[in-house]
């Protein structure tokens, strides 16, 4: 996981062909994480993990719902939404979970994710009742994330988005030993370029819906 550059964020919420999902996987991408906000059910996860499944790309289930833990992914993804004014999206939900799945959890498989918000036209900014954050905000959210409070991973989420460049440097100054994920608005092979290098992994989510051949040039050479 640790050599991951590129990582393409499936919606279970969205309709994808089987032959997109054969080039999704067959890209040269590092991981599929499977994820969304909104819509996400059991069956539309195990839809997609049994489409994704007999291929070798690593896959990855991001936990949105406690109703929608499918067996049989590779590693799950837990976010812990550090910029909601909820305590429910940082700390009670994983709780609850612990209670259901505790006895289940095997050390290995399974990855807390430190999720700060920053656009705040994004669904998960909204549903998650986010605060909008400044640059200051952010690059504390990322220190404590790598000396205070460590977890494995630091998501800069701008969802739908494109982050800003320098900040996107800035935070990546700040970590180390945490791996740096940055998701939002890529759309383009230049753009991907542009990221790669400051992050340690990008994740690309809404162009596979919108505009598919050109995702699939986001994944690096
Ligand atoms: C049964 C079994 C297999 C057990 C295995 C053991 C195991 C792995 C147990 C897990 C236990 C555990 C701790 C679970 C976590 C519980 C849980 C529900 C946590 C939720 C935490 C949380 C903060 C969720 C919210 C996260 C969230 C909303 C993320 C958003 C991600 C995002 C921005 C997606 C993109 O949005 P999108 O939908 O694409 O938006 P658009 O449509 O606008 O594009
Ligand atoms: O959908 P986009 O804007 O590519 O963002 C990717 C990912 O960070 C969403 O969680
Ligand atoms: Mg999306």
Redesign the pocket.
């Known amino acids: 996981m640790k050599n991951w550059k590129h990582a393409f ?1 499936l ?1 279970p ?2 309709d994808i062909t089987e032959e997109e999902i054969r080039r999704v996987c067959e890209s040269g991408t590092d991981a599929v994480i499977v ?4 819509g996400v059910t059991f069956d539309n996860v195990w839809n997609l993990f049994e489409q994704i499944e007999p291929y070798d790309v690593p896959l990855v ?6 109703e929608a ?5 590779d590693y ?1 993804f ?4 550090l910029n ?1 004014k909820d305590k429910t ?2 700390l009670d ?2 709780h ?3 209670k ?3 006895d ?3 050390e290995q ?2 990855f807390s994710e430190g ?1 700060c ?1 920053v656009n705040e036209e ?3 900014f909204r ?2 009742n986010c605060f909008p954050v400044t640059e200051e905000d952010i690059l504390a959210y990322a220190r404590l994330v790598e000396q205070l409070f460590p977890l494995p991973i630091f998501y800069l ?1 701008y ?2 988005k494109k982050g800003d460049t320098s900040l996107i440097r800035k935070v990546s100054e700040e970590l180390s030993r945490t791996q740096f994920f940055y ?1 939002g608005g890529i759309q383009s092979r230049e753009e991907a370029e542009e990221i790669q290098g400051m992050v340690d992994t990008m994740i690309v ?2 162009i596979i819906y919108e505009d598919f051949e050109t995702a699939l040039q986001t994944v690096p050479e």
């Open positions: 964020k919606d919420n969205k994820g969304g906000t909104d289930l991001e936990i949105s719902d406690m833990v499918v067996p049989g992914f799950y837990v976010p812990a939404v909601s999206w940082v939900m994983q609850q979970a612990m259901l799945y505790g289940m959890v095997e498989l399974i999720y918000i994004a669904k998960a549903k998650t989420e969802s739908g998701g989510g809404n």
